[in-house]
């Protein structure tokens, strides 16, 4: 029994219900919503890493097209969801999929960098994904992706003011939600904006810190993105240097 992971299951279908009401004007053409169609990814993840409390929540920002997006797991790359943490489930496709950024769930043969980066240094430093997850969990603040007509990404913090604002009531929520059920003492945002989001929600006693995004996009993570953050955890006294 694991009343906590089902906790963060409700939660989840919650923050789902919530966001497909939400409407979007271009430039976005197509919205992702893996709480949908990849749903078995994201409740297996919940249901067997999902055990609280938790010492850490890292917080990313959104779906990307070969992580979440293809896996239902937040930074849910291809091989770390499967091989790693033992996740592998039929994922169905969005509605209105754009066809250059086609859903093949785990036959996606694409690695998401970001995730392979993320994971990749939590599999190092832990091993297990068992000792990960008894102090560690890992989140997005938007559960959508945003595509534009030529299928280029859409971050979330390109959208104008009033669908931010409507976006951010149900992500505010469903983040206030996940600090009551998993009671962290720290928040780590993966990037400026999961860092700023959680900032202006979470209260006493709980600690915002930030980490550099391993995005290949971000041009400081493509040098020792990895040595970079372990830096950073341990500055901030969130990794001993004995772990």
């Given at each position: 029994m694991n ?12 923050l789902?219900v ?9 430039p ?11 749903w ?25 097209p070969?992580?979440m997006m ?8 291809i091989q770390?969801?499967?091989?790693w ?14 066809p ?5 769930g785990?036959?996606c043969?694409r690695?998401?960098?970001?995730g ?7 599999a ?10 008894a102090s ?11 595509l534009?007509?030529t299928g280029?990404?859409h971050t ?22 996940l600090?009551?059920i998993?009671?962290?003492?720290w ?9 700023e989001?959680a ?8 600690q915002?810190?930030?980490?550099l995004h391993?995005?290949p ?5 493509n040098?020792?993105?990895?040595g ?6 341990r500055?901030m006294g ?6």
């Amino acid at each position: 029994m694991n009343p906590s992971a089902n906790q963060l299951i409700a939660a989840a279908r919650e923050l789902c219900v919530a966001v497909e009401e939400l409407r979007f004007a271009p430039p976005v053409a197509h919205v992702y919503n893996p709480l949908t169609y990849a749903w078995g990814g994201y409740e297996a993840y919940a249901r067997r890493f999902g055990k609280g409390p938790k010492e850490v929540i890292f917080l990313g920002m959104n779906p990307g097209p070969f992580g979440m997006m293809q896996t239902g797991v937040p930074f849910g790359e291809i091989q770390a969801v499967r091989d790693w943490m033992g996740i592998h489930c039929a994922i169905s496709s969005p509605a209105s999929a754009h066809p250059k950024r086609p859903i093949l769930g785990f036959a996606c043969p694409r690695s998401e960098v970001s995730g392979r980066r993320l994971w990749g240094l939590f599999a190092q430093r832990f091993g297990t994904p068992e000792r990960f997850f008894a102090s560690h969990f890992v989140a997005n603040y938007c559960p959508l992706a945003f595509l534009r007509d030529t299928g280029a990404n859409h971050t979330p913090d390109k959208l104008p003011a009033a669908e931010a604002e409507a976006l951010g009531r149900a992500c505010d929520a469903h983040l206030r939600a996940l600090i009551g059920i998993l009671r962290p003492r720290w928040i780590v945002g993966v990037g400026g904006f999961a860092a700023e989001r959680a900032r202006l929600v979470a209260s006493s006693p709980v600690q915002v810190v930030q980490i550099l995004h391993p995005s290949p996009a971000c041009p400081a993570a493509n040098r020792d993105w990895a040595g970079t953050v372990t830096r950073q955890m341990r500055d901030m006294g969130l990794w001993r240097e004995s772990e």
